[in-house]
């Protein structure tokens, strides 16, 4: 069945390092739209940005992500942490209905 | 004005115990969800709704039941609590997933289950 792999339960960064969250995930839709939501302490998720393009750079709000269907990913960048990026981050797919990874929380350390 | 709210946002209930959480949206959307998250899980589906009268499983149905009875509320019951049902439930809306449709979440209501 479709699936959505993130590694590493926690990232723990020096703020104005990169950041880069992984994701990879499993569909038999050629076509799904690839997801990242946040979620802040104490707050609901949100979503922080989308793709459906293959070989597609999207961003927002200085974050961004490229879609890449050869190798099933959707990796989250961001050229320098802010200590208002730590949150829970979510990546999801949509092939038949929608599946969230299991998150990655990125602490960010002055 | 919170596009989807949710009540209670606490709720502490015994074993064996019925238990509804209550969600609403004032977004117009067709579809509604309802997850729970867990550590080490993530967001797991529990039901879903395309719609007034309809409900459909997720991919965690068991021990949940949902009702729809309008646009804008959408419920889960839990008939005979249990302490793994322990938990933060969100309610979401929003349109088809499948086109890329954002996910509109409430508040969440954080469930212990003694």
């Known amino acids: 069945g479709d699936s959505v792999t993130q590694t590493e339960g926690l990232v723990t960064l020096t703020e104005g390092l990169p950041v880069m969250l992984n994701c990879t995930y499993q569909?038999?839709?050629?076509?799904?739209?690839l997801f990242w939501y946040v979620q802040h302490l104490n707050e609901s998720p949100r979503l922080l940005l989308k793709?459906?393009?293959?070989?597609k750079r999207t961003e927002h709000q200085g974050f961004h992500a490229t879609l890449h269907k050869s190798s099933s990913s959707f990796h989250l960048q961001k050229s320098s942490a802010q200590l208002s990026d730590s949150a829970l981050y979510y990546c999801?797919?949509?092939?038949?209905?929608?599946?969230f990874g299991i998150g990655t929380l990125l602490s960010v350390k002055p | 004005e919170a596009a989807v709210t949710q009540s209670p946002r606490n709720k502490v209930a015994v074993t064996g115990g019925k238990v509804t959480l209550s969600c609403n949206q004032t977004?117009?959307?067709?579809?509604m969800y309802w997850y729970r998250q867990d550590t080490g899980h993530g967001l797991r589906l529990i039901h879903y709704?395309?719609?007034?009268?309809s409900t459909e499983k997720g991919d965690i149905p068991d021990g949940y039941k949902a009702s729809r009875p309008s646009q804008e509320n959408f419920s889960l019951i839990l008939e005979l609590a249990t302490p793994s049902q322990t938990s933060v439930y969100f309610c979401?809306?929003?349109?088809?997933w499948g086109n890329g449709a954002e996910q509109f979440f409430g508040p969440g209501t954080r469930l212990t289950v003694l």
């Open positions: 979401a809306s929003g349109e088809d």
């Open positions: 977004n117009n959307h067709n579809n």
């Open positions: 709704s395309y719609g007034a009268g």
């Open positions: 569909t038999i839709y050629s076509n799904p739209f």
């Open positions: 793709s459906f393009t293959d070989n």
């Open positions: 999801a797919s949509s092939g038949n209905k929608l599946i």
